[in-house]
């Protein structure tokens, strides 16, 4: 018997953060959006444990017990006394190293998956407590759809969405590290009173009410400069996407994807079209949210 889950990949509509906590992390207020760019986790009993992964750039992801994925599973197994004895197969089609949570869904898909697999029976309390101690996207990647997380980003709070979002998404040329950009975050703000992060309003009446003009006026990402700071090229991304018609550019999460929010699917292709040809990009995807979060797709 083997389990397969689907979890989708996201995209910060808000990344407000706050200064650098005693413990080294930073207090957030962090609106998730879900959209439909998905990784597959397949577990199946083995008498060893083991990683594969298939798909774009496989070859950075590690296969070893430090990949998301593969913690969550011990994590599982450990809780309730049990060999983690299954081959734990990863099939990529999020961007790795992206800003998009691509090892979080992977984490959160793991964790389902062996939840499933060896009928454990954990509450989905249980289950989010795991994912939370995992990292701070984990439990997201779980629940999908939208959500305002504040604390590290993995205290949660489900939202409404009115609509659809269409968005077009931009891959670098290679990865930038999450740790580096809240580094960087740290070094610029150095010497300027950094505010105690909140959910803007007009965001989340734009989610509510479905309307892409108003989330376009109200998207935010406080890494952006960070991001901006060790990849300055990602300035001419989001400047070729908005001179194609996206609605707005930003940033997704650390970086280095950019996203381009668009009105419709066929302006999304109009913008995917032109970011390839700016030659600013490694190369494009075109996605739509919110998204379900971990969904078994089969057994």
Known sequence: MSVTVRVPAKVNVQLAVGAARPDGFHDLANVFLAVGLYDEITVTPADEFRVTCEGPDADQVPLDRTNLAARAAIALAERYGRSPGVHLHIAKDIPVAGGMAGGSADGAGALVACDALWETGASREELLGICAELGSDVPFSLVGGAALGIGRGE????????????WVFAMAGRGLSTPAVFREFDRLGEDTDIPEPVASGELLAA?????????????????????????????????????????????????????FLVRDPESAAVVAQALLASGTCRTVRTASGPAPGATIAGR
């Open 207 to 259: 989610l509510a009410k479905g309307d892409p003009d108003a989330l376009a006026a109200a998207v935010s990402n406080d890494l952006q400069p960070a991001a901006l700071s060790l990849f300055p090229e990602l300035a001419g991304t989001l400047a070729a996407g908005r001179a194609a018609g996206a609605l707005t550019a930003l940033v997704s999460g650390s970086g280095p994807t950019t996203a």
């Open 155 to 166: 205290q949660l709070t489900p939202l409404e969405v009115g609509g659809t979002f269409h």
